[in-house]
C-alpha cells in the first residue's frame, strides 16, 4: 500500500507551544509525532510513503532519509503553500499505484488499513474516512447516507457526531482537474462539489483519533500516544 502524508502545514496554533521545529515533528513522549505516524504506518503494511513538504522541510527530510521502517520514503517540497487539495496533487504525480490512502501529519488515525483496502477493492470509488467524537465543534460534521457521503456541516455545532477523519483514499488521478502547484483547499474546493457529482464512500474507524494542532490536543497526545511510541 502506498500513502501521502501532508506535513507542510505551519503549525501557526501551535507555535506557542513548539517553535523550533515543523508541527508534525512536535515531541510526542519523547518521539517526533510523525515518527509515531510513520510506525503506525509501516505496521499496518504499507510499503511507500510520499511526504509533502512545505515549512521547514529539510528538517524532515533530514531526520528521516529516504527509507523508515522498512518503508520508501518520498519527499516533495512545496515552493509555495498549496493548500491541501494542491499538495496532494503534487505528491499524486509522484504515487506508483493506482491508488494512494492520505494521512494529515498532524493527526493520528489508528486506521483499520486492511480493512479500508478491502474497501477501495470492491468498487474502486474513493473514501473518507469518519470517526465518531463526543463533540464536533471543531471539525463540522460528515452528512452521510447509505454508506456515501452527502455532504458536510460547518464548523461550530456542538455535541456528539461523524467527523471527517483527514484521512483518504483517492484513485491516483482523483485530482486531475486541477493543474499541477495551484493552491486549493481539498475539503472546501473540491470534495464540497465532488460529493454531489459522484459516489464518495465513508469507511467509519473506530480507532484511536487525536489532532495535535492545538496546544490541548497536543498536550493530551503525549499521554494517548505512549503506547504507540
Excluded at 24 to 43: N, Q, T, V
Aim: glycine share 12%; hydrophobic share 45%; charged share 20%.
Amino acid at each position: 500500500m502506498e500513502a501521502i502524508v501532508l506535513a507542510g502545514g505551519f503549525g501557526t496554533r501551535l507555535r506557542q507551544v513548539v517553535s523550533d521545529v515543523p508541527k508534525p515533528m512536535a515531541p510526542i513522549a519523547g518521539k517526533p509525532f510523525l515518527e509515531i505516524l510513520l510506525a503506525s504506518l509501516a505496521r499496518k503494511g504499507f510499503d511507500r510513503v510520499i511526504l509533502s513538504l512545505g515549512f521547514m522541510g529539510e528538517k524532515i527530510s533530514g531526520y528521516f532519509g529516504s527509507q523508515f521502517g522498512g518503508m520508501e520514503l518520498v519527499y516533495v517540497q512545496e515552493d509555495s503553500p498549496l493548500g491541501t487539495g494542491g499538495a496532494i496533487r503534487l505528491a499524486m504525480t509522484h504515487c506508483e499505484s493506482d491508488h494512494v490512502f492520505v494521512f494529515n501529519g498532524d493527526t493520528f488515525v489508528d486506521l483499520e488499513a486492511d480493512l479500508v483496502e478491502q474497501v477501495w477493492q470492491k468498487d474502486q470509488r474513493p473514501i473518507i474516512v469518519g470517526r465518531e467524537v463526543l463533540d464536533t465543534t471543531r471539525y463540522g460534521r460528515l452528512l452521510v447516507m447509505d454508506g456515501t457521503v452527502k455532504g458536510f456541516s460547518e464548523k461550530g455545532m456542538a455535541g456528539p457526531g461523524l467527523i471527517n477523519a483527514g484521512c483518504y483514499v483517492f484513485p491516483k488521478g482523483q485530482l486531475d482537474s486541477w493543474p499541477v502547484n495551484t493552491p486549493f483547499s481539498l475539503e472546501t474546493d473540491y470534495l464540497v462539489s465532488a460529493v454531489t457529482q459522484e459516489p464518495v464512500n465513508v469507511f467509519q474507524t473506530a480507532g484511536l483519533f487525536i489532532d495535535i494542532g492545538i496546544p490541548e490536543d497536543f498536550s493530551l497526545a503525549q499521554t494517548l500516544l505512549a503506547d504507540y511510541v
